[in-house]
């Protein structure tokens, strides 16, 4: 029950495009089309953005993308705006149990 | 509307005990798994237990594994958390979610603080 691999931080400016990477192993990951992907601004709950790779909620922008290869998941943000700016947590089953990723600091300049 | 309310957080000493709930309105709650998951301060998330519709499967991390134990009361739409030997290391801001299948978590309570100190 590892934590998940993320980058520490990203950034980018309004308008652009990142891809924040999630990496793991092949016991969750790569062994699994269930990873989902949550949004946490300072001092809320989580949001759910992307599940099972690469669905989105219904009122998720679709400028929210998510994909996998290998025990590599990654969540590209399109059009960057201002609100976009949280931490992004990524979240994978594993057999009996559950994994989230360290989570990445999203910062809009 | 989903709503989920945690309650029971507060600061107790080393090796005691809490029991959390989450009270579950605007959906069918005895048809959902339900997940906590917790944030210590600073830090990122990590699920703690998952529970299934009737109770019969419960599901934990390995450090929760003999300490804390996941119910639910499908008759009062609640889910608890009873906690015992908590440590330090237990402090965090505990979440109920709806767990929509496959740790699809897509909906979260505001969760409530809980802070293990002498």
């Known amino acids: 029950q590892s934590a998940l691999t993320q980058p520490r931080s990203v950034s980018g400016s309004p308008g652009q495009s990142v891809t924040i990477s999630c990496t793991g192993t092949s016991s969750d990951v790569g062994g699994y089309n269930y990873v989902s992907w949550y949004q946490q601004h300072p001092g809320k709950a989580p949001k759910l953005m992307i599940y099972d790779v690469t669905k989105r909620p219904s009122g998720v922008p679709d400028r929210f993308s998510g994909s996998k290869s290998g025990n590599t998941a990654s969540l590209t943000i399109s059009g960057l705006q201002a609100e976009d700016e949280a931490d992004y947590y990524c979240c994978s089953f594993a057999g009996s149990s559950g994994v989230f990723g360290g989570g990445t600091k999203l910062t809009v300049l | 509307e989903v709503q989920l309310v945690e309650s029971g957080g507060g600061l107790v000493q080393p090796g005691g005990s809490l029991r959390l709930s989450c009270a579950a309105s605007g959906f069918t709650f005895s048809s959902s798994w339900m997940t906590w998951a917790r944030q210590a301060p600073g830090k990122g998330l990590e699920w703690v237990a998952n529970?299934?519709?009737?109770?019969?499967?419960?599901q934990y991390v390995d450090s929760a594994k003999g300490r804390f134990t996941v119910s639910r009361d499908n008759a009062k739409s609640s889910l608890y958390l009873q906690m015992n030997s908590l440590r330090a290391e237990d402090t965090a801001v505990y979440y109920c979610a709806k767990n929509a299948g496959w740790y699809r978590l897509d909906s979260w309570g505001p969760g409530t603080l809980v802070s293990v100190s002498s």
């Open positions: 529970i299934n519709v009737d109770g019969s499967v419960e």
